[in-house]
């Protein structure tokens, strides 16, 4: 059986005004995510959770549905968005899903291959938990940090290694994750002990925080149209 999909985007964003919202190519940057999960053919439903009208709106002129608006108490900067998710699933009974995939609102450049092959992985995997990752560009076990006006290695035993002998990191790449519903109403404080992984190569995908990410994102996904 197909899964649901679900996207969280809230009002009130700080660094990029109306983010999930502002125009990306001449569309709203949620239309994205919701038109690859809508044309891919993998989600039974598509949801969105939000605290804002507009946005309501707009996640449904393009065939997303919200069920209803986020309790404004939810909807705040010190929320994480797993205790948003454990109430949409408890509001909207989706407890009996056996799992959910979450996509994030600015992941423009997801593509349905992407979402295929990790649908699949976890299916096949057996895992409780599968996030989207990229590994770092450059190695923060070489970062350096401002002191007094000067310029120190944070870790000074790692100064004199060439990257290629220190081992490799990742980040969240801001894509998509999926989970096992029983999983996430656990509510554990950290990543579940049996977490797997889609890794996201270099420039496939850009996480939106601030305007530097939004211009390089709008780069990347116009070459890609191109």
């Known amino acids: 059986m197909k899964p649901i999909c679900i996207i969280a985007a809230r009002s009130g964003s700080k660094r990029i005004k109306n983010k999930n919202i502002i125009r990306v190519l001449g569309k709203p940057i ?23 009208e507009k ?26 968005l797993q205790e948003v998710l454990i109430d949409f699933i408890k509001s909207n009974n989706l407890s009996k899903e056996n799992y959910l995939v979450f996509l994030y609102a600015t992941a423009i450049l997801v593509n349905s291959n992407m979402l295929r092959k990790a649908i ?7 895992c409780d938990f599968l996030i989207g990752i990229q590994e770092f560009k450059s190695s923060p076990l070489r970062a350096l940090r401002i ?7 944070k870790n000074e035993k790692n100064s004199k290694k060439n990257t290629e ?11 998509f994750f999926i989970f096992k519903t029983k999983t996430i109403m656990k ?9 797997s992984y889609y890794l996201h190569k270099k420039f ?3 996480d939106i925080d601030d305007v530097e990410d939004l211009n390089l994102a709008k780069i990347l996904l116009k070459n890609k149209q191109c």
């Open 30 to 52: 949620i239309s994205y995510p919701i038109s690859i999960a809508k044309k891919s053919n993998l989600f039974k439903k598509i949801l969105v959770t939000t605290d804002s």
């Open 55 to 80: 946005i309501k709106k707009v996640s449904e002129k393009y065939g997303a549905f919200v069920p209803s608006l986020r309790k404004k108490k939810l909807a705040k900067d010190n929320v994480g």
């Open 120 to 126: 699949f992985k976890f299916k096949k995997s057996g």
């Open 147 to 153: 002191k007094r006006n000067l310029v120190k290695f």
């Open 165 to 175: 002998g220190l081992e490799k990191l990742y980040h969240d790449a801001g894509t």
């Open 187 to 195: 509510s554990p404080k950290k990543l579940p002990r049996n977490t």
């Open 204 to 206: 496939e995908v850009c």
